[in-house]
T-cell receptor
Framework: RKEVEQDPGPFNVPEGATVAFNCTYS??????FFWYRQDCRKEPKLLMSVYSSGNEDGRFTAQLNRASQYISLLIRDSKLSDSATYLC?????????????FGQGTTLQVKP | DGGITQSPKYLFRKEGQNVTLSCEQNLNHDAMYWYRQDPGQGLRLIYY???????QKGDIAEGYSVSREKKESFPLTVTSAQKNPTAFYLC???????????FGQGTRLTVV
């Protein structure tokens, strides 16, 4: 089983749609969680961190379910500019191992 | 401006040659990482370093070598032992706790 797993998609949605991505992780001791966005042929950039209480940033909402070991990202009112690959990232370590594990990414295509 | 810089952006290597990819950061980050990304795939960890003069193998270290003589620099050498080196290589850095990782713009290596 991979340490971090995502549905690769692609997810093809019309503008204005709501879309949700899930990600599962295997190490129950994992400490921190993130969603990164990667545009085609570019480097990944942090979209948002994921907190146990859930957090929202504009149209984006991230949730963490430690009991089921999954993380979700919800995008509301999708824009054409949201088209990208979304990477789930987990720090599996205890303390300061600093090792970040990336999922394979979920591709989103928002259509006019 | 603070950031992380990779060079070169594109690199062509003949079979049997060693090549070195540069990664420099001025963010004063303790941790640095090298990832490899193949088309349509997620990021796979090659090596990472928590402090100067120390580094650990990631999931796909075979055929690669690194050094961490200075906090700011973490060069990656792709040796002739790496049988399939054509890929997109990404360097990243973070604070010691493995929180947000900042990426360089990547190096596209092609074997000719």
């Amino acid at each position: 089983r991979k340490e971090v797993e995502q549905d690769p998609g692609p997810f093809n949605v019309p503008e204005g749609a709501t879309v949700a991505f899930n990600c599962t992780y295997s190490n129950s001791a994992s400490q921190s969680f993130f969603w990164y966005r990667q545009d085609c042929r570019k480097e990944p950039k942090l979209l948002m961190s994921v907190y146990s209480s859930g957090n929202e940033d504009g149209r984006f909402t991230a949730q963490l379910n430690r009991a089921s070991q999954y993380i979700s990202l919800l995008i509301r009112d999708s824009k054409l500019s949201d088209s990208a690959t979304y990477l789930c990232v987990v720090n599996p370590g205890k303390g300061n191992t600093g090792k970040l594990i990336f999922g394979q990414g979920t591709t989103l295509q928002v259509k006019p | 401006d603070g950031g992380i810089t990779q060079s070169p952006k594109y690199l062509f290597r003949k079979e049997g040659q060693n090549v070195t990819l540069s990664c420099e950061q001025n963010l004063n980050h303790d941790a640095m990482y090298w990832y490899r990304q193949d088309p349509g795939q997620g990021l796979r960890l090659i090596y990472y370093s928590q402090i100067v003069n120390d580094f650990q193998k990631g999931d796909i270290a075979e055929g690669y070598s690194v050094s961490r003589e200075k906090k700011e620099s973490f060069p990656l050498t792709v040796t002739s032992a790496q049988k399939n080196p054509t890929a997109f290589y990404l360097c990243a850095s973070s604070t010691a706790g493995g929180w947000e990782a900042f990426f360089g713009q990547g190096t596209r290596l092609t074997v000719v």
